[in-house]
C-alpha cells in the first residue's frame, strides 16, 4: 500500500513539474494564452501602423523597432523554445527595416502566422 502511495505521489509531482515546465522554467508557469495574446497585440499593433507608415519610411523602421522591442521584453519573461520562438519573432520585426525592399515585408507578413504557430507550439 506505501508503495502505490509513493508511486501516486510520485506521478502527481511529475505531471506538476511537466505543467509548469512546458512554457517555461520550473517555479515560473506560464499562461500560455497571455503570452498568445500579447504576441498577438504586438503583431496587430504593428500590422496596423503599417497603413500609416506606408508613405513614411521612418515610421516603417520605428513601428518595427518598437515591435521587436516588445517581442523581446515579452521573450525575456520566459526560457526555452517560448523565449527562443518570441525571438524569432523580435528578429522578424526586426529584418523590417524601410519600404525599399517590399519583398521583406510581404515574406515576414507571410511569416506572421507562423510565428504564432510557434509560439504556441511551444506552449503545449
Not at 497571455?34 to 501602423?49: C, F, P
Not at 518598437?66 to 526586426?94: I, M, Q, V
Request: hydrophobic residues 45%; aromatic residues 4%.
Amino acid at each position: 500500500m506505501r508503495f502505490l502511495k509513493r508511486a501516486i505521489t510520485v506521478s502527481a509531482a511529475t505531471l506538476t513539474l511537466a505543467g509548469l515546465t512546458a512554457c517555461g522554467a520550473v517555479g515560473n508557469a506560464v499562461d500560455c494564452n497571455a503570452v498568445g495574446n500579447e504576441a498577438t497585440k504586438i503583431m496587430t499593433e504593428w500590422s496596423g501602423s503599417l497603413s500609416a507608415a506606408m508613405t513614411d519610411p521612418a515610421a516603417m523602421e520605428k513601428a518595427s523597432n518598437t515591435a521587436a522591442e516588445k517581442s523581446k521584453a515579452l521573450a525575456a519573461k520566459y526560457d526555452g523554445e517560448l523565449a527562443a520562438a518570441l525571438n524569432d519573432l523580435a528578429a522578424g520585426f526586426e529584418s523590417i527595416k524601410d519600404l525599399k525592399d517590399a519583398s521583406k515585408l510581404t515574406e515576414f507578413t507571410g511569416k506572421m502566422q507562423g510565428f504564432s504557430t510557434k509560439i504556441q507550439s511551444a506552449c503545449t
